[in-house]
C-alpha cells in the first residue's frame, strides 16, 4: 500500500506528490489527466517567479518536478470511490482496479460550467475566457461582456470594470443574484451596461478572434447585437467530486469541507486545491494548499 496516495494531478496534486515524496514515505499519483486544468489554459502570468509561461509548458514542468523523485506516477486513471478500510483506505478506480493506501490526498479540482452556444468552444482562449484574475489583464481598455449575474458574475464585473473599457453584464433572469453590497457597487460604476432577463445566443467572430455577440430580449423576444472583444463566462464552477457523495462531508457548492490542514471530515482523508472549501481559486493557491494537505498527511502518518 502507498503512505500517501494522491487522486488528481493539477497543481495541487503535483505540490502534494512533491512533499510527500521529499518526506521519504511510499508516493502515489492517480490522474485522469496530469497537468489538470492548466492543460486548457493559453498564458499563465501570476504565477510569481514565472514572469510568464503557456499552460501545456507549465503542467510540463509539473509532471518533469514530481518524476524527479520517486513518486508512483499512474495517468489517465478516474476514481470513482473512496473508502475507509482495515488500516487505512481504500480508492476504488474506474478500471475495476483498486488501490490501498495509509492517508488519501484528493486535488480533483473542478470545470467551468459553459453557456453552451455558438461560438463558445471555437473561441475559447481567443476572447471567451473563464478566469478574471487570470485573463482580465488581457483586456485592458477592450470592451468585455460578463455572463452570468450571480455573486461571481457581479464580482468579475466589477472587477474587470477597473481595467477594461467597458462591460456588458448578461443576466438570464429578471434580477441579478448577487448580494445586494455588490449590486451597489455595481450600479454606481459608469463603464457597466446591465442586460436583465436577456439570453446569450451565440458568440461571434471573424476567424481568428471574438468580435461580438448576440442575445434575446427574453420578453420581447427582439434579438440584439453587442461589439466587443472578449466574454468570461461566469455561470458557476463545478467541483469534481459527485463520486465522493455520502463519502466526504460536502458544502451546498459540492466542495470538500476541510481544516486548516487539509483534513477531512474521513480520519486520513486529505484534500487541496479547487475542489475543495478552500477560496479563491488559482493556480499557486493549489499548488500551496497541496503542499499544506501533504504537511498534514505526513503528520498524520507520523501519529499513526
Ligand atoms: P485541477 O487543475 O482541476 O486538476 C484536477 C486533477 O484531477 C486533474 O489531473 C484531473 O484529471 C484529475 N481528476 C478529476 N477527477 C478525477 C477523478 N475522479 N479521478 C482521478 N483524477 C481526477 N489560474 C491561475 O492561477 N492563473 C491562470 O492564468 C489561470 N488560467 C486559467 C485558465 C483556464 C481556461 C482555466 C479553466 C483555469 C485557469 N486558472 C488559472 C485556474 C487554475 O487552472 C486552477 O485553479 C488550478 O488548476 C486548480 O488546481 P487543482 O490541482 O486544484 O485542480
Known amino acids: 500500500p502507498f503512505d500517501v496516495l494522491i487522486v488528481g ?13 521529499r518526506k521519504g514515505v511510499r508516493t502515489g499519483v492517480a490522474s485522469e489527466r496530469f497537468g489538470g486544468q492548466v492543460m486548457d489554459t493559453l498564458g499563465i502570468e501570476n504565477f510569481v517567479s514565472v514572469k510568464e509561461t503557456e499552460g501545456p ?22 476514481a ?20 490501498k493506501a495509509r ?27 473563464y478566469c478574471p484574475h487570470c485573463d482580465g489583464p488581457l483586456f485592458k481598455g477592450k470592451r468585455v461582456a460578463v455572463i452570468g449575474g450571480g455573486n461571481s458574475g457581479v464580482e468579475a464585473a466589477i472587477d474587470l470594470a477597473g481595467i477594461v473599457g ?29 442586460l436583465l432577463n436577456a439570453q446569450t445566443t451565440e458568440i461571434l467572430g471573424d476567424g481568428q478572434r471574438v468580435s461580438g455577440l448576440t442575445w434575446r430580449d427574453r420578453a420581447s423576444g427582439e434579438t440584439s ?7 468570461f463566462v461566469q455561470i458557476g464552477l463545478v467541483p469534481n467530486t459527485e463520486w465522493l457523495k455520502g463519502t466526504l462531508e460536502l458544502s451546498r457548492h459540492g466542495e470538500i469541507i476541510v481544516d486548516a490542514k487539509g483534513q477531512t471530515s474521513l480520519p486520513g482523508v486529505f484534500a487541496a486545491g479547487d475542489a475543495t472549501t478552500v477560496p479563491f481559486k488559482q493556480i499557486i ?3 500551496g494548499d497541496g503542499a499544506k494537505a501533504a504537511l498534514g498527511a505526513f503528520e498524520h502518518l507520523v501519529r499513526a
Open 9 to 21: 494531478g493539477g497543481p495541487a496534486g503535483a505540490a502534494a506528490a512533491v512533499y510527500a515524496a
Open 285 to 287: 493557491i493549489a499548488a
Open 57 to 78: 509548458k507549465f503542467a510540463l514542468a509539473l509532471e518533469e518536478h514530481v518524476r524527479h523523485y520517486d513518486v508512483d506516477i499512474m495517468n489517465l486513471q478516474r
Open 166 to 194: 467597458h462591460v456588458t453584464l448578461i443576466e438570464f433572469d429578471t434580477q441579478l443574484r448577487a448580494d445586494a453590497v455588490l449590486q451597489r457597487k455595481l450600479a454606481s460604476l459608469p463603464n457597466v451596461t446591465t
Open 103 to 129: 492517508t488519501v490526498i484528493v486535488t480533483t479540482g473542478a470545470r467551468w460550467k459553459n453557456v453552451n452556444v455558438p461560438g463558445e468552444q471555437e473561441y475559447r482562449n481567443k476572447g471567451v475566457a
Open 225 to 231: 447585437r453587442v461589439d466587443l472583444e472578449g466574454v
Open 80 to 99: 470513482r470511490a473512496l473508502a475507509p478500510v482495515d488500516g487505512g483506505i481504500r480508492v476504488e478506480l474506474e478500471s475495476g482496479a483498486a488501490l
